[in-house]
């Protein structure tokens, strides 16, 4: 099992690294060609999308992994990292597949192959990674802080830097998301603070999930992190490896 989820995992991290690089090329080349000279600017937009964020994140974090297990490591907070990046893309799926399929995204022309691996292949094998790859431990519930942490970070970011910058190509303010723009919105920041507390929900939905999947007993292999004791009153199968 861990032998397969080594092959996997590479599998993944190269495929969604791939996905992310060769979006970057396809849009680098479409700026040029459309003759726009602020690449740098374009780049940060590039890279303000939570879906190349999470996907990145999944990249560096699947590394992670693949090293610790070479070194036969295991320790809790990979699977912290690991519960954080996989509700991330888990809600990066859900989100575009529900409100996004088939609108142009700002970040130059779209690469089709790529725009899949990003929102439908690469959150599938994180799912399936929580639930099926070894060394998964169990977490406390008072993590749902940490994963909801940097999209909240994310959602001010983006709602701050979207009225201060300027797009040529749309003549306005720059957002990643369509549905976060407040000049197109049909009712402006009403209709922008919905999509956030809806957003918020599911993430917070999709978080508490991983964590529960995390406390499902999987048989005598299943990880019980060392220090549940500090994150919750001791459970009558706490002294169980």
Do not use: C
Request: hydrophobic share 50%; aromatic share 12%.
């Amino acid at each position: 099992m861990t032998a397969l989820f080594l092959v996997l995992r590479l599998g993944a991290i190269l495929a969604i690294g791939a996905a992310v690089v060769g979006q970057i090329v396809t849009s680098i080349a479409f700026w040029t060609a459309q003759g726009l000279t602020d690449i740098p600017f374009r780049l940060v937009n590039f890279f303000s999308f939570f879906t190349i964020e999470s996907n990145v994140a999944s990249v560096v974090v699947l590394t992670m992994a693949v090293g610790l297990t070479l070194l036969r490591r295991d320790p809790r907070w990979i699977s912290m990292l690991r519960a954080v990046v996989t509700t991330y893309m888990a809600t990066t799926g859900i989100v575009y597949n529900l409100l996004l399929r088939g609108i142009e995204l700002p970040q130059g022309s779209t690469l089709d192959w790529s725009n899949e691996i990003l929102h439908v292949w690469g959150p599938l094998y994180l799912v399936v990674d929580w639930l099926f790859a070894p060394g998964r431990h169990r977490l406390g519930w008072k993590h749902i802080g940490t994963i909801v942490a940097f999209p909240i970070v994310w959602a001010t970011y983006t709602l701050i830097r979207g009225p201060l910058t300027y797009d040529v190509v749309t003549d306005g303010p720059w957002y990643p998301y369509p549905f976060l723009n407040p000049v197109t919105s049909a009712n402006g920041y009403l209709s922008v603070a919905f999509y956030v507390i809806l957003i918020a929900a599911v993430i917070g939905l999709v978080g508490a999930g991983v964590i529960r999947i995390s406390r499902l007993r999987r048989g005598p292999g299943a990880r019980h992190a060392a220090g549940d004791a500090e994150l919750e009153p001791a459970a009558p199968d706490a002294a169980h490896p």
